[in-house]
């Protein structure tokens, strides 16, 4: 069976549950000291985002609850229960970036793109999450696009970064 990989396709289509692919994809992880980390990347690599059937699988292969499951996986916000967007942005909310405008720069993104921090599009171009220090202090506020650092940037910058992915996006569609 071939594995696709989350980079291998857009970030919103996602692989239809096997409970199958997920067993071999945990099983290698289940005898390991700190592996449920490891499953749960590999699910999240293998459908795109954790499914809630494989909750049941990790508790078993892992020894713990459901609810141990679900807390170790809803801590980490790079989890996510649906698939992502086609476009990522991450937008920074640490202080650094905060001093620098990181505020209002998430207010313009939320306007422009119509969703708030967690959310995806309806149509499923866009996902917007909060970070809290992507390491790049120097030259804040700082985003993610497609996980490509972006620094100094203003709702200018952002909006050129729009009409560029904007601008790919038709050259796509008519190819």
């Known amino acids: 069976m071939t594995k696709t990989h989350e980079h291998d396709r857009p970030h919103l289509e996602q692989a239809d549950w096997d409970p199958v692919e997920?067993?071999?994809i945990i099983a290698p992880f289940a005898r390991l000291k700190g592996g449920l980390m490891?499953?749960?990347h590999?699910?999240?690599?293998?459908?795109?985002?954790?499914?809630?059937?494989?909750y049941d699988l990790l508790a078993d292969a892992f020894n713990l609850s459901r609810a141990e499951v679900y807390g170790v996986k809803s801590f980490y916000?790079?989890?996510?229960d649906?698939?992502?967007?086609h476009h990522v942005i991450e937008v920074c909310q640490a202080e650094s970036c905060q001093a620098m405008g990181s505020r209002g720069l998430t207010t313009h993104v939320q306007k422009m793109l119509g969703i708030k921090l967690g959310e995806t599009s309806h149509d499923g171009h866009f996902?917007?999450?909060?970070v809290y220090c992507l390491g790049n202090c120097a030259v804040s506020p700082n985003i993610?696009?497609?996980?490509?650092?972006?620094g100094?940037?203003?709702?200018?910058?952002?909006?050129?970064?729009?009409?560029r992915t904007a601008g790919l996006a038709k050259k796509g569609e008519s190819a």
């Open 22 to 24: 997920a067993q071999e």
């Open 38 to 40: 490891e499953a749960l």
């Open 42 to 54: 590999g699910l999240q690599q293998a459908f795109g985002y954790v499914p809630r059937q494989s």
């Open 77 to 80: 916000h790079d989890f996510r």
């Open 82 to 85: 649906t698939p992502a967007g």
């Open 127 to 130: 996902t917007l999450k909060a």
């Open 144 to 150: 993610t696009f497609d996980g490509k650092m972006h």
């Open 152 to 163: 100094r940037v203003t709702e200018d910058k952002f909006d050129k970064l729009m009409q």
